[in-house]
């Protein structure tokens, strides 16, 4: 299966795509979207919608997995960047894809084994647990560490529904 993580944020959403097949995972490719500081609101959005689509059209991932949004105490911060994950949101729900999303603690946790990882702690990891993988965007790096969750849990819950078919 191939998932695609997403870190949205409104100066630049993180995109990372991995294959994951039974408990293998491998990095197939990552990048940024970055939306002009100089355009209006309703055009940067416009700008990071049109982005994710081109790397949905271009990678075709059978899934996607988005980071939540954490309020910061900033309120018009926490809403641009709600209005950003809308729009990143909105471009894989339209492109027929499901949408897992993930509190950033759990990205943390899963990959690192705490949820109070550091950002350079997430980046070993995520290089770790894909051999050959050098993004080099700290938001690519959270966004492969988004898809890389998603497949763990994807994968626990594959094999909780197995189980219970087995036993009834």
């Not at 990891?125 to 988004?146: E, K, Y």
Request: glycine share 8%.
């Amino acid at each position: 299966m191939k998932l695609l993580g997403l870190d949205p944020g409104l100066r630049t959403t993180g995109w990372g795509v991995i294959d994951a097949v039974d408990n293998r995972l491998r990095w197939v490719a990552d990048g940024i979207v970055r939306s002009d500081a100089s355009l209006s609101l309703a055009e940067r959005l416009a700008q990071l919608h049109r982005g994710i689509l081109a790397v949905i059209a271009e990678w075709q991932p059978d899934a996607a997995a988005a980071e939540e949004t954490f309020v910061n105490q900033n309120p018009a911060s926490t809403l641009k960047l709600g209005q950003a994950r809308g729009a990143v949101l909105l471009a894989a729900s339209l492109s027929g894809l499901s949408v897992a999303e993930y509190a950033p603690r759990l990205v943390k946790q899963s990959l690192v084994g705490t949820g109070r990882a550091d950002k350079g702690q997430v980046g070993v990891m995520v290089r770790q647990l894909l051999p050959g993988c050098h993004a080099s965007q700290a938001d690519a790096t959270d966004a492969l560490a988004v898809a890389i969750c998603h497949a763990h849990h994807q994968g626990t819950a594959r094999r909780i529904a197995m189980a219970l078919e087995r036993a009834s």
